[in-house]
């Protein structure tokens, strides 16, 4: 009888022990749920507060000589022609503004790199300056060129009696 007893006092406390156990188990559990969430919500918060420092130290800027954008520090100078890795997935934005650029045939079109818009006649919504270019195949073309005071700025102009933005 002493036998039977002291095994279910033992069943008792062992049964006792296991709850103790899983009650600590799901209070790691919770604790290591909140660590996680807060630790993943402290990179992101830092990783926003990076990328606006970002924002505001490096300026994006398109180069027509090799079609291509590159970053410019504004507090150093320096120029990369990669984005800096601090932007991580996202990307610094650009001027809404059209280039004149050339082709293989050294024929020039207008390209915005803002809205990636390419045209071989002028944007109809923008005044460009004219000039004449000499082309190794044609005596004279006129070309909207820049840069002058209104190239490539959006600015308010009448037109026919009608508003439209520039």
Known sequence: RM?????ADRRKRQAEEE????????????????????????????????????AEVYWKEFDEEHHAFYYRNMRTGLIAWEKPMSLGSSDL?????????????????YYNPCTLDMSWQPPSDRIMCEATVRQPWLKEYPVALGPCEFFAVEREIESRGEKRNM
């Open 3 to 7: 036998n039977s007893i002291k095994k």
């Open 19 to 54: 709850e103790r156990f899983a009650i600590e188990q799901k209070h790691m559990k919770e604790k290591h749920a909140a660590l996680v969430l807060t630790t993943a919500y402290r990179r992101w918060s830092a990783r926003k507060t990076l990328r606006k420092l970002c």
């Open 93 to 109: 934005p650009t001027a809404n503004e059209w280039k004149v650029l050339r082709d293989a045939h050294d024929f020039p079109y």
